[in-house]
């Protein structure tokens, strides 16, 4: 299993460009998210998924889009870049509910700056 | 909304020594889980320890050790026999039992500098 990706690793925007950070995971977990990670700050919650085509937003879902076509991508689009854009982002996905505790596996980050 | 709060922006420890980090939290919510993850300069997140707040019993595992007080709230974690290794941001982070989708609520984080 190569668990969750992430491409790219590193991106260069110019405002107002718009781009896809993608995310896959071969794992079949039903559950997806997307964080984003400020310097010296932990983790917010952009978007998530419960499931192919549910989507909802997080503490900070301004300025980006989702959409959960399949069970294994879950790819966060930025619209209109903007320097505040600027941050490493994390995929994260994990088993659904099951009575279980479900771990949540991490990509490798991708870190975007927004010139 | 849960809320997380690491009050030590940094901490640092001699190496073979003992160190505990701090962690208090907000919820409404009685059946949650509380977890501490490691980010060494590689960025990648790796799960440290975790405690279901229904368990009574404080989680370890090996150096690592947590004191979950439920009552106040607190979430700290004790790392025994420190090593150069063990540098790195670490954050606790809350997750409700009851939400679909296995959400995080992440602390500011706590950087730990390990002196040799």
């Known amino acids: 299993n190569a668990g969750v990706t992430q491409t790219p690793k590193f991106q260069v925007l110019k405002t107002g460009q718009s781009m896809t950070l993608q995310c896959a995971q071969d794992m079949n977990h039903e559950y997806m998210s997307w964080y984003r990670q400020d310097p010296g700050m932990g983790l917010r919650l952009i978007h998530y998924?419960?499931?192919?085509?549910?989507?909802d937003q997080g503490e900070v879902p301004n300025g980006y889009n989702v959409s959960r076509s399949t069970t294994e991508d879950f790819p966060l689009r930025l619209l209109s870049a903007a320097p505040s854009q600027t941050s490493v982002y994390f995929c994260?996905?994990?088993?659904?509910?099951?009575?279980?505790?479900?771990?949540?596996?991490f990509g490798p980050g991708t870190r975007l700056t927004v010139l | 909304a849960q809320t997380v709060t690491q009050s030590q922006p940094e901490m640092s420890v001699q190496e073979a020594e003992t160190v505990t980090l701090s962690c208090t939290y907000d919820t409404s919510e009685s059946d949650y889980y509380l977890f501490w993850y490691k980010q060494p300069p590689s960025r990648q997140m790796i799960l440290v320890i975790r405690q279901e707040a229904y368990k009574q019993q404080n989680a370890t595992e090996n150096r690592f050790s947590v004191n979950f007080q439920k009552a106040a709230k607190s979430f700290s974690l004790k790392i025994s026999d420190s090593q150069l290794g063990d540098a790195a941001m670490y954050f606790c982070a809350y997750r409700s039992a009851r939400r679909a989708g296995n959400m995080l609520t992440f602390g500011g984080g706590t950087r730990l500098m390990v002196k040799p």
């Open positions: 994260a996905s994990s088993y659904g509910r099951g009575g279980n505790y479900n771990e949540q596996f």
């Open positions: 998924s419960v499931g192919a085509g549910i989507t």
